[in-house]
């Protein structure tokens, strides 16, 4: 299977601090998602991004699929981006997900 | 209207009782799966079904079953309950997987706790 490798683990920023999350995969990329599991547990789908470069808000991510990696930008960052991220890819019916970049927005 | 809705949220049990967990997609996914996150985080994926048939199956013991009624359901029985089941079980589905396409969409997630 793809192995997915996100980094940084932990990231604790004050408030209104920008920041980048990587994720590296083992294999081309595919259907490479970004997901935010916020501190209720609920995961939300940030972005679905095979390639390319998309915005919502404050948060962008990029995605280069023939170096096999992904960046998730948050800019200005709140409270509530607190939680952990995850970004997963798929080949077929099975997704990989990495073991996510827990993040904590200090007021 | 939520698209993957679970229930329970919540399960308080005893060691070797039997729970189960139900699970609705109204997204029209011929895909449904089931997920556990441990304590740590990490999501493993334990069944999934494609249009009611079974295509992951991972190790997981044979106390946990699987059933989907039809396409828009996947549930989850789990037999003599262990302490070690203690988790978040996340239902999820996705559309067009079998083409190379797919986006994952999770439910909310269902915290059982074995005492």
């Known amino acids: 299977g793809i192995q997915v490798e996100q980094s940084p683990p932990d990231l604790i920023l004050q408030e209104g601090a920008n920041s980048t999350l990587r994720c590296n995969f083992s294999?081309?990329?595919?259907?490479l998602q970004w997901f935010h599991q916020n501190p209720w547990g609920q995961l939300i789908n940030l972005f679905y991004i095979p390639s390319g470069t998309k915005q919502n808000g404050r948060l962008s991510a990029t995605t280069v699929a023939t170096e096999r990696y992904s960046l998730l930008y948050i800019s200005s960052s709140q409270t509530t981006d607190s939680g952990v991220y995850f970004c997963?890819?798929?080949?077929?019916?099975?997704?990989?997900f990495g073991t996510g970049t827990s993040l904590t927005v200090i007021p | 209207d939520t698209a993957v809705s679970q229930t329970p949220k919540y399960l308080v049990t005893q060691m070797g009782n039997d729970k189960s967990i139900k699970c609705e997609q109204n997204l029209g996914h011929d895909t449904m799966y089931w997920y556990k996150q441990d304590s740590k985080k990490f999501l493993k994926i334990m069944f999934s079904y494609n249009n009611k048939e079974l295509i992951i199956n991972e190790t997981v013991p044979n106390r946990f079953s699987p059933k989907s009624p039809d396409k828009a359901h996947l549930n989850l029985h789990i037999n003599s309950l262990e302490l070690g089941d203690s988790a978040v079980y996340f239902c999820a589905s996705a559309d067009r997987v079998v083409f190379g396409t797919g986006e994952l969409f999770f439910g909310e997630g269902s915290r059982l706790t074995v005492l």
């Open positions: 997963a890819d798929n080949t077929g019916n099975q997704f990989y």
């Open positions: 294999d081309s990329v595919n259907n």
